[in-house]
Nanobody, 115 residues
Framework: QVQLVESGGGLVQAGGSLRLSCAASRSIFSINTMGWYRQAPGKQRDMVAY???????NYADSVKGRFTISRDNAKNTVYLQMNSLKPEDTAVYYCWVPRPGVDSWGKGTLVTVSS
């Protein structure tokens, strides 16, 4: 298993930017896929973006062109750069690593976008 710790959330006005970080407890060189999910109040947890070791990325339609996921294997960290934030981006953002059996999740970081 790998422990994941998110940081970088906070309160921002619409149109602003935030960068989330996800620090892993061990080397991520051998972890192919890492990503971010989010869960808004009263809603299900949805995929936001993920990235593979080869650099391939995938984004939810709602964030394409505004969010960018990246990873730094040397720092065991995955990032989510969020630009042009909208009130509907308000959610708890979770770092995610798919694993055989049980996926690994962080505890989340809250992003609040005010209008």
């Amino acid at each position: 298993q790998v422990q994941l710790v998110e940081s970088g959330g906070g309160l921002v006005q619409a149109g602003g930017s935030l960068r989330l970080s996800c620090a892993a407890s061990r080397s991520i060189f051998s972890i192919n896929t890492m990503g971010w999910y989010r869960q808004a109040p009263g809603k299900q947890r949805d995929m936001v973006a993920y990235i593979t070791n080869s650099g391939s990325t995938n984004y939810a339609d709602s964030v394409k062109g505004r969010f960018t996921i990246s990873r730094d294997n040397a720092k065991n960290t995955v990032y989510l750069q969020m630009n042009s934030l909208k009130p509907e981006d308000t959610a708890v953002y979770y770092c995610w690593v798919p694993r055989p059996g049980v996926d690994s999740w962080g505890k989340g970081t809250l992003v609040t976008v005010s209008s």
